[in-house]
């Protein structure tokens, strides 16, 4: 029986899933009154990498991630009223309202920042791993990242060094096809960027994206290589997101990809699948079901409230934080 | 103070503050001190770049480091500036105290994605709840030759980031004092060199001091005019200084140390006092640090001025290689004495 069969880690798979979708399509919904001025990067459609990953992880466990930041930061455990506070520009944010979507930070949770340079957050989660090692500390650092950031030197910049320092990094690489309107075909000669990994000598694995079980066996290989001091590993997972690049919009309408392509992976919702799955095997009941949706719904609503009433930051906010 | 004093060689050190018994060491030796003693008192701290652990030793200033303290700590690094300067951020975010070395200045644009887009904003970016203590030193070059591409001064292009912070230490002295307050400071500093200091000679306490950054220091006291001087031009300076008491102009030289923190008081000062200025500065004029300071002067010390601030610098072109017009492209002691003769009304 593998780790993935018990019924607590498919529950905890489902909630971090659920609390993903539920924070996005609150984003949605309240975007339109143009009263929270940041660009988002919605996560839909991705929820069961973050998920798969995040429950693997401890939270001394260190996180780096992308503009597309906040599934990840969700699972990890980071603090749901400092994440909407910053969405809103707000003290109360966890950036006091000066990083906003693309930069979130709880380092409490182990969340260490999130750089929107693409490929930016390989380099500084490589050396956070660096830090790991040599302080011989028993944690480890996941970088997730798009397969837009293959494309970037620090990728390989850090891949090599990580694998020549037997560094403790989860690499884990969030294939959605496209970065921004730019096709995959359009940019990678081989298509299978883990093979890139292997190359430097990294174990990879490919698991399916859209599927939390997949992505939770891989990623708990994964990080059991690296905790036993075997370096990096690095991960594959194929998905797709919903959304347009940024904005709560989708993008087929104007052309930017086919409908038909969208439409197939609609079927395959990571969310939707993975409740299917769990209440046909007994795992979930619709009576369970509803319950956690009900609390995860009252959470984010409790911290859509904390943001609102969080003060907007003064002048002198502006410059400080600059320098130490 | 013996610590302001710029002898111009070693024998003039040895001649003067040798004699007196205190302890000479030069600018390279002076770095390879503080970096020991760094290492030595701070697990945090490490060493990190292209040949640190090579039998050059980054022209002796990390010479026998990895030996003494391992290559865990003196670490060698594949040619990959950006990436691995990005990984001694993500280092320093999570609280280790790296110094990244480079041979060149001119090989910092490889990595000012990571220091300009990461090192120099994280800390904003998360509110305060994370800061960067990295140090980033760099050499510039100069002469035989070594043209365009390795004997850049870059500074002045890292002024324009907020965030960073930037020091040039001109003396043995300064190199020690302002490494050990830039790796302590918590913030990204760029601690820029300059080759040819290498083999000047200073008085340099044995023990581990601070000079902090954002202090300028008056290496010549005058009442005519002020020149402003940055790394090796402090020496040009201080030249100048000299044949100009010759002919009655009595010039003050300040060396600000860092560019950013920069001692405005400490310049505007001065400035009040002698009423003419001139700013010397190793890179090109255009756009630079000497500009910059020019600019802070005109805002804040217009008033006091009684004729132009004048800059020395390199001209808007790429480093020559030729000899003849290397000597074209640099300019030095007699530029400057000619500035302030031309600022003083005298011929
Ligand atoms: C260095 C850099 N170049 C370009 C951009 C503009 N940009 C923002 S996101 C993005 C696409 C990133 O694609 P990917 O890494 O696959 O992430 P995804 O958005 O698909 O999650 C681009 C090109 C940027 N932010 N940084
Ligand atoms: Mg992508």
Redesign the interface.
């Known amino acids: 029986m593998t780790a993935a069969d018990s019924r607590a880690v498919r529950l905890e798979l489902l909630r971090l899933m659920l609390k993903i979708r539920v924070f996005e399509e609150k984003i949605v919904s309240v975007y339109p009154a143009q009263d929270m001025k940041t660009p988002v990067h919605l996560y839909i459609g991705q929820e069961a990498i973050a998920a798969g990953v995040c429950a693997n992880l401890r939270a001394e466990d ?1 996180v ?1 991630s992308t503009h597309r930041n906040h599934g990840h930061y969700l699972a990890k455990g980071a603090n749901l009223d400092g994440i909407v506070a910053e969405l809103y520009g707000k003290t109360g ?7 906003g979507s693309m ?1 979130l ?1 709880d ?1 409490d949770a182990g969340c ?2 999130t ?1 929107a ?1 693409v490929g ?1 957050s ?11 090692k ?2 011989g500390e028993n944690r480890l ?1 996941a970088i997730f990242f798009g397969d837009g950031a293959a494309d970037e ?2 990728f ?3 891949l ?2 990580a694998a ?1 320092k037997k560094l403790p990094v989860l690499f884990v690489c969030e294939n959605n096809f496209y970065a921004t309107n730019s096709p995959q075909s359009a940019r990678h000669s081989v298509p299978e960027i883990y093979k890139r990994a292997e190359a430097f000598g990294i174990p990879a694995a490919h698991p399916d994206g859209n599927d939390a079980d997949a992505v939770y066996e891989a990623a708990s290989i994964a990080a059991a290589h690296i905790r036993a001091g075997n370096g990096p590993y690095f991960l594959q997972c194929d998905t797709y997101r919903w959304k347009g690049h940024v904005g709560p919009d989708c993008d087929f309408e104007k052309g930017c990809r086919p409908r038909a392509e969208l439409d197939k992976w609609l079927e395959r919702c990571p969310v939707k699948t993975y409740q299917a799955r769990l209440l046909k095997s007994g795992g979930i009941t619709e009576q369970e079901l509803a319950q956690m949706r009900a609390r995860i719904t009252a959470e984010v609503e409790a911290a859509w409230d904390f943001a609102k009433k969080s003060p907007y930051p003064g002048p002198r906010e502006l410059l ?5 | 103070m013996p610590w302001t004093k710029v002898p111009i060689d070693k024998s003039e050190f040895e001649n003067t503050l040798g004699k007196e018994g205190l302890r000479g060491r030069s600018y390279r030796q002076a770095l390879l001190e503080a970096q020991t003693q760094l290492l030595e008192s701070d697990p945090s701290v ?1 060493v990190i770049g292209e040949g640190v652990d090579d039998a050059g030793g980054v022209f002796g200033s990390t010479l026998g480091l990895a030996q003494k303290f391992g290559k ?2 003196v670490l060698d ?2 040619i ?1 500036e ?15 105290r790296p110094v990244f070395v480079h041979m060149r200045m001119d090989f910092l644009p490889m990595c000012m ?2 220091l300009v ?2 090192a120099a904003k ?10 960067v203590p990295l140090v980033a030193r760099s050499i510039a070059g100069r002469g035989w030759g070594s043209a365009a591409q390795h004997s850049q001064a870059l500074h002045g292009l890292f002024n324009h980031i ?2 960073l ?1 930037i020091a040039l230490p001109a003396t043995p002295y300064d190199a020690k004092g302002l490494l050990i307050s830039a790796v302590r ?3 990204p500093v760029l601690f820029c060199e300059h080759r040819w200091l290498y083999d000047f000679t200073g008085y340099v306490p044995e023990e581990m001091y601070t000079v902090p950054l954002g202090q300028a220091v008056t290496r010549r006291k005058g009442g005519d005019v002020t020149i402003i001087a940055l790394s090796l031009m402090v020496y040009e300076a201080v030249k100048a200084a000299s044949a100009l008491e010759a002919e009655g102009i009595d010039a003050e030289v300040i060396d600000p140390r860092t560019l950013v923190p920069l001692d405005e008081a400490a310049l505007l000062e001065s400035v009040k006092k002698t009423g003419r200025v001139i700013i010397a500065d190793t890179g090109v004029k255009t756009g630079g640090a000497s500009a910059e300071i020019a600019a802070v002067i005109a805002e804040k010390g217009f008033e006091f001025l009684k004729a132009p601030a004048l800059r020395v610098g390199s001209p808007d072109s790429p480093v020559p290689a030729s000899p003849e017009l290397e000597k074209l492209y640099y300019p030095g002691a007699n530029e400057i004495a000619k500035a302030a003769r031309a600022l003083c009304g005298k011929k």
């Not at chain 1, 390989?122 to 790991?132: D, V, W, Y």
């Not at chain 2, 993500?90 to 609280?95: F, K, V, Y």
Request: hydrophobic letters at 35%; proline letters at 2%.
């Open positions: 260190y780096f944010g966890c950036s006091k309202g000066k990083g930069h930070v380092t260490m920042g750089s340079i930016g390989l380099a500084l989660g490589t050396g956070a791993a660096l830090a790991i040599m302080r650092s030197g620090t390989q910049e850090s090599n060094f020549l400080t934080d600059v320098y130490k | 490490f865990e700590r690094i594949p990959a950006n990436g691995l300067t990005g990984i001694a951020v993500g280092a320093a975010i999570c609280g280790m994605d990571q887009n990461h994280w800390r904003y970016m998360t509110g305060g709840r994370l800061n907020p965030g912070k400071d918590g913030n």
